[in-house]
């Protein structure tokens, strides 16, 4: 069945990095669009990043413009989220999740497969 299985997650002061990978199987993983959505609390699930299945587009939420990159490989059905300068305003449980077809969407209601979440926590 599909799976997508996160990790990377963790503790890290402002201004230091994390890089989120997300591991995907029972699926045609370069058949899909993936992407990065995070959710604090009490808060909405917000989009972070997403990047189509060629890696010829990607797309990010203004916040995290400059500071986050998402990247795939998709000989090892692996999409990632490099993470620098980061602020406490990041912390949230980070999702990763796909979608058929090459195109980019930020809705996440056009997303039919998530993995389970990790958790990172950015401390001032």
């Known amino acids: 069945q599909v799976q997508l299985v996160e990790s990377g997650g963790g503790l890290v002061q402002a201004g230091g990095s994390l890089r989120l990978s997300c591991a995907a199987s029972?699926?045609?993983?370069?058949?899909?669009?993936m992407a990065w959505f995070r959710q604090a609390p009490g808060k909405e699930r917000e989009f972070v990043a997403a990047?189509?299945?060629?890696?010829?587009?990607?797309s990010y939420t203004d916040s995290v413009k400059g500071r986050f990159t998402i990247s795939r490989d998709n000989a090892k059905n692996t999409v990632y989220l490099q993470m620098d300068s980061l602020k406490p305003e990041d912390t949230a449980v980070y999702f990763c999740a796909g979608s058929r077809g090459p195109v980019v969407y930020i809705n996440k209601a056009l997303y039919d497969a998530w993995g389970q979440g990790t958790q990172v926590t950015v401390s001032s």
């Open positions: 029972g699926f045609t993983f370069r058949s899909y669009t």
């Open positions: 990047m189509s299945w060629n890696e010829g587009s990607a």
